[in-house]
């Protein structure tokens, strides 16, 4: 049997649905930042025993703000109207920053990608955040 992807992520202990739809979208980035960051690496180093510069780079072509802002686009079509409805509340939401060297479009549309990580992730949808995670990488490498 294949090791999940996902690993230790599958068995934390998680919010109800109604706690996880109160938090601000802000919040659910944050969280998702974290999984998809720790996804992406967590793949790379599987393919390839390689020099942490290596590693880093390739990390960055996947969780640069242009690469997730693409894939949310490229997929969203596929998403169920509350998926959706994340993404529009994460994107439309006003943040303090924005990154050096990023568009805020962009930027807004990789904090809608963002929080419907960390929605799915809170939610203990880890099926779906599978699925979600395995077809942006998809479209981010074609």
């Known amino acids: 049997m294949e090791k999940s992807m996902m690993g230790f992520l599958e068995n934390t202990e998680l919010l109800t649905k109604e706690g996880v739809l109160s938090l601000s979208p802000l919040v659910l980035a944050f969280i998702g930042d974290a999984v998809y960051s720790l996804y992406i690496r967590t793949k790379i180093v599987a393919q390839k025993n390689q020099p942490v ?3 880093h780079k390739e990390t960055v072509k996947y969780v640069k703000a242009k690469a997730q802002a693409e894939s ?7 998403l169920s109207e509350e998926e959706k ?3 529009r509340r994460g994107r ?3 943040s303090n920053t924005t990154p050096k ?3 805020v479009q962009a930027y807004r549309y ?3 990608f963002e929080a419907l990580l960390g929605y799915l992730y809170l939610a203990g949808e880890f099926e779906r955040l599978k699925n979600i995670l395995e077809l942006s ?3 981010i490498e074609e």
Do not use: C, H, P, S
Not at 72 to 78: E, P, T
């Open 53 to 55: 510069n290596f590693l």
């Open 72 to 78: 949310v686009k490229r997929i969203y079509d596929l």
């Open 85 to 87: 409805d994340i993404v």
């Open 92 to 94: 439309n939401m006003k």
């Open 101 to 103: 060297g990023v568009e």
């Open 110 to 112: 990789a904090t809608g």
């Open 137 to 139: 990488v998809q479209v």
